[in-house]
């Protein structure tokens, strides 16, 4: 499994880094972003929808659990959930995630709430850490990920 743990000494750099998935995003693609509340997953997803196109204000999908984004506002279809509050992972389906994903990029909150993403080839996984003032990401690609890592500095 190959992992890399990525310094993001502040906002900024965490927006760098949603802006660098998301040049590399394609339909069917999963960005599954772990860790505690207030870790910056919901700051991460904002930075890759806004890089995306997406002009207006991106509301946490804590309450909602699932908000659609759709061509032309993004550059492609796109979904992010917040599974924090399902009781049960098959809630997921219940909900018509699956209908949902047809075609489009998810960008899901406490993916392990679903089930869990990270067997999927498509699947971005990235675990999101407090590091004194900033924070680490660990990020572990599936992989069809692979082959498009260049975001990653080195
Ligand atoms: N790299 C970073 N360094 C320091 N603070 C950050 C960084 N990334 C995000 N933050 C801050 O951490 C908080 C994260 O909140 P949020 O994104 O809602 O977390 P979560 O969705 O994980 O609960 C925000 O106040 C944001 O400004
Ligand atoms: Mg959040």
């Known amino acids: 499994m190959i992992r890399h743990s990525l310094t993001l000494k502040d906002e900024a750099a965490t927006r760098a880094l949603g802006a660098g998935i998301a040049a590399a995003l394609r339909p069917g693609d999963v960005v599954a972003l772990s860790g505690g509340l ?4 919901t700051t991460l997803a904002r930075a890759i929808i806004a890089a995306l196109g997406y002009a207006g204000e991106v509301p946490s999908p804590s309450f909602a659990i699932i908000e659609v984004y759709d ?3 993004v550059r492609l279809p796109l979904v992010h959930a917040d599974f924090y509050r ?3 992972p098959a809630e997921a389906e219940e909900l018509g995630l699956d209908d949902y994903r047809d075609g489009a990029v998810l960008i899901a909150e406490w993916p392990e709430q679903a089930g869990g993403f990270a067997q999927e080839a498509a699947c971005l996984s990235i675990l999101l850490e407090t590091a004194d003032e900033g924070r680490r990401a660990i990020v572990e690609p599936g992989v069809d990920w ?3 890592m260049v975001w990653i500095p080195r």
């Open 146 to 148: 692979l082959g498009r």
């Open 38 to 41: 207030g870790v910056g997953k």
């Open 71 to 73: 061509p032309p506002a």
């Open 86 to 88: 399902l009781a049960h």
